[in-house]
């Protein structure tokens, strides 16, 4: 019995984490695709060290959303 409530209980943990960590990864590569091509028709794209200055806090990163 303690096997099943076990494995009931990580089953959806492994389904959770599993879909978080491809929904990241998924995102992580849209972004560098999104990026190489703006770069390459042409649109002024930040470099990595300028996005990560820019956000050094969050109230920076609001102004600059906003």
Do not use: N, Q, Y
């Not at 028709?41 to 956000?55: A, M, Q, W």
């Not at 050094?56 to 609001?62: F, I, M, N, P, Y």
């Amino acid at each position: 019995m303690r096997r099943r409530i076990h494995h009931f209980v990580l089953l959806p943990a492994r389904w959770l984490w599993r879909g978080v960590l491809r929904a990241a990864l998924s995102w992580l590569i849209f972004i560098l695709c999104l990026g190489l091509t703006l770069r390459w028709l042409g649109f002024p794209v930040p470099s990595l060290g300028d996005v990560l200055r820019r956000c050094e806090s969050v109230t920076k990163l609001a102004d600059i959303l906003s």
